[in-house]
């Protein structure tokens, strides 16, 4: 079968879905199969491209603060770059990143074409989308006319059909994880030195520094637990960056956690596995915003659990997919500061208990593989199975 995927966001770019796309297009669907990458792009994004191990082509995804809409000219560019792959590589099957714009797209060229378009919901895009009425008259469109939609949580699941998404399209593909790379063993002798790791419980947060990630939670449940004696052996590595860095510095100065604090910053795919193995627990306490800004899944949790951490994850969005409540993991309400604070000290009181937890942990995470999601699109894709093979024109 020949595929494309339409997304807006590409490499260099970092995130969750780029690796989830990544990982089901660029490395895992089933030999035999081809497939192109429509994708946006700043000049000097197509050098990446180059070792990519599929074909890439780019178009211009500037925008320009005067135009009304100032998207105008990046989607007119989506779409004839989407129209030319298509037509030259023979496309059987396109899937859009997501229900807008990418969807839109694909929908106008399932039209011209007379090929099938599937999509993508991630959470917190309909959430937004729902808020504003053109693109919430738009969602419900798209859906109908694709062959089917996938969702990465049940949670994902719930959001698309409030948006629209009939029932007997929709699918859920969570995330997975390449289990084996976070096995280890792994020197960490290194990151011990460089951190003063030594002798010391060692926590783990990764992901960008936004509201929504709770860094701020545990920089105040942290300081809860200096009266109770439980820092003087305890180090927190925070990797990444992100738009609340200053304030978060700024907020650890003034509770005085400068010493149990680490700020990493970003960190490499390849080198990710080993702060992972120089950790003993994970947390990230996650929760819904007002504005309704959740997450989605958390591939995080399933690198976490593979590499044989206990979890502290937010009962919130999609996570109660990603987190084993109750085995490997933790679920707590993030926007509570006694949860978060309490679910931290048992943890850190108990090196029993986070042991056995994060031995369960990799077994866990080998339930989610893969083959066995990209194996599930390509079929639902083809029209197989329970998905909807009624074409894309309508």
Known sequence: MRHALLTEQWFPAIGGSIQLFDAIYGQHMPPGDAVHIIAGGPPGSASHDKSYPRPV????????PWMKPESA?????MLAATLQVCRRERVEVLHAARVIPEGLVAMAVGRALKIPYTVWVHGEEVSLFLRYPVKKRLMPQVFARARAVF???????GRALLAGAPAEKLHVINPAVD????????????????????GKTVLLTVGRLTRRKGHDTVLSALARLRPLGLLQDLVWLVLSDGELED???????????????????PVSRDALPRYYAAADVFVHPNRTLEDDDV???GMVFLEASAAGLAVIGGRSGGVVDAVEDGGCGMLVDGGSLDEVTDAIAALVRDPVRRASMGRRGPAWARRFQWDAQA????SLAAGDGEADTAAATG
């Open 57 to 64: 082509t780019r178009f211009d995804d500037t925008r320009y």
């Open 73 to 77: 000219l990046e989607y007119a560019r």
């Open 151 to 157: 969702a990465n949580s049940t949670f994902t699941q």
């Open 179 to 198: 289990a084996e790379a976070f096995a280890g063993p792994f020197d960490t002798a290194d990151l011990v030195e460089r951190f003063g790791l030594a």
């Open 247 to 265: 304030e978060l510095k700024k907020s650890c100065s003034a509770l005085g956690l400068d010493d149990v604090v680490r700020w990493v910053g």
């Open 295 to 297: 997450e989605g899944f």
């Open 375 to 378: 194996a599930k699109v390509r």
